[in-house]
C-alpha cells in the first residue's frame, strides 16, 4: 500500500514538473495611456529616477526605503538603487537607453526576495496636444518562476501596479502644465 503511495507521488510531481517545464520561458506586461502633456515632460518623468518618488506605485508601498542614485542625474547611465520591506525587496535599474521624448529602457535586477532581471520600457508618442505612453515589463521565467506563476496572474498582479502608476504619472505631468 504505502509502495502505491509512493509511487502514485513520484507521478504526481513528475507531471507537474512537466507541466511547469512547458510554460513559456519568456513574459511581457505591457499597460499604455495618454496623458494631456507634451510629449518631453512625460518623458522627463521617467529619464530621471528622481522623479519616480512622485509616481512610481512602489514608491508609495515602503515610505522608508534606503535609496540612492549613482551616474549620471538622468539619461543613459543613471543607476537607482533600492533596499525596503517586503512588498518591495530590494535590487538596481539601470538606464541603458534613453531617447529623448521617445523611448527609455532600463535593466531591473531584483535581489530581493527573489533574485531576476527584467527589462522596462517606456515608449512615448506623440498625438497632438498629448502624449501616448506604454510602458512594458519583459523578462525570463526560471522554472521556480514559471511554477509561481500557475497560481499567481503576473498580467494582473504587475499589470494593476503599473495601471496605478501610469496613472499617477499622468496626474504629474499633467499638473506640470
Known amino acids: 500500500m504505502l509502495k502505491k503511495i509512493l509511487i502514485g507521488l513520484v507521478v504526481v510531481v513528475a ?7 512547458l510554460q513559456p520561458s519568456e513574459y511581457r506586461v505591457a499597460r499604455s495611456t495618454t496623458v494631456s502633456a507634451p510629449a518631453p515632460d512625460v518623458f522627463a518623468q521617467v529619464n530621471d529616477f528622481r522623479n519616480w518618488e512622485g509616481w512610481s506605485p512602489w514608491a508609495k508601498l515602503d515610505p522608508a526605503a534606503k535609496s540612492t542614485f549613482e551616474g549620471p542625474p ?3 547611465g543613471a543607476v537607482f538603487t533600492w533596499s525596503g520591506n517586503d512588498k518591495i525587496g530590494e535590487g538596481r535599474m539601470t538606464l541603458t537607453e534613453s531617447r529623448p521624448a521617445e523611448l527609455v529602457r532600463i535593466k531591473v535586477d531584483f535581489v530581493k526576495p527573489f533574485a531576476g ?4 520600457q517606456f515608449a512615448f508618442k506623440p498625438e497632438g496636444n498629448q502624449t501616448a505612453i506604454t510602458w512594458s515589463t519583459s523578462g ?15 498580467d494582473k498582479m504587475l499589470g494593476g501596479e503599473m495601471e496605478k502608476g501610469l496613472a499617477q504619472m499622468k496626474s504629474v505631468a499633467e499638473a506640470g502644465k
Open 74 to 76: 538622468s539619461g543613459q
Open 117 to 120: 532581471t527584467s527589462t522596462s
Open 15 to 21: 507531471l507537474f514538473a512537466i507541466v511547469v517545464a
Open 140 to 154: 525570463q521565467h526560471n522554472f521556480i518562476s514559471k511554477a509561481i506563476c500557475m497560481f499567481m496572474n503576473m
